[in-house]
């Protein structure tokens, strides 16, 4: 019986010291991350972008190469990527460089349209005209019951 056991708890811990091992990330191994930033600079083969650094709480510029597969959405082309522009930047990181592996160029919503002045000129009533403003004095007058 203490066969058993023991060899039941050398199974047990065996098992248990692999499955830590089978869980833990292998060096090197590449895991996408996002960042969301306004570009600064856009050449061939990297981007620059200004993205807020939590860590110095301060907007910073970080450099991101880009992958010669890179997928881009909302644009057709790198160079038509420009200054100024919002992107969501999806990325690796190789050799201690960020590489970004998609790029998504974030559109503006149309003039007005989603807008939270928008919204609120839908919605705000329209404030009387001055005149009507100007008879209303504001005072109560007391009204006489009706003689029944």
């Given at each position: 019986?203490?066969?058993?056991?023991?060899?039941?708890?050398?199974?047990?811990?065996?098992?248990?010291?692999?499955?830590?091992?089978?869980?833990?990330?292998?060096?090197?191994?590449?895991?996408?991350?996002?960042?969301?930033?306004?570009?600064?600079?856009?050449?061939?083969?990297?981007?620059?972008?200004?993205?807020?650094?939590?860590?110095?709480?301060?907007?910073?510029?970080?450099?991101?190469?880009?992958?010669?597969?890179?997928?881009l959405k909302n644009?057709?082309?790198?160079?038509?990527?420009?200054?100024?522009?919002?992107?969501?930047?999806?990325?690796?990181?190789?050799?201690?460089?960020?590489?970004?592996?998609?790029i998504s160029l974030?559109?503006?919503?149309?003039?007005?349209?989603?807008?939270?002045?928008?919204?609120?000129?839908?919605?705000?009533?329209?404030?009387?005209?001055?005149?009507?403003?100007?008879?209303?004095?504001?005072?109560?007058?007391?009204?006489?019951?009706?003689?029944?």
């Open positions: 019986m203490k066969r058993y056991l023991s060899l039941s708890l050398m199974l047990l811990f065996t098992g248990f010291v692999f499955s830590q091992d089978a869980s833990a990330p292998a060096t090197g191994e590449e895991t996408t991350k996002y960042s969301y930033a306004t570009v600064v600079s856009v050449s061939a083969d990297q981007i620059v972008v200004s993205e807020y650094d939590y860590d110095k709480d301060e907007e910073v510029n970080v450099t991101y190469s880009v992958d010669a597969n890179v997928q644009v057709d082309a790198l160079n038509k990527i420009g200054a100024g522009n919002y992107v969501e930047i999806e990325y690796e990181i190789k050799d201690g460089k960020k590489v970004a592996k998609v974030e559109k503006k919503e149309e003039e007005g349209e989603g807008t939270v002045a928008a919204l609120a000129e839908e919605e705000t009533p329209e404030a009387p005209a001055p005149e009507e403003a100007e008879a209303d004095t504001g005072s109560v007058e007391a009204e006489e019951p009706a003689a029944e």
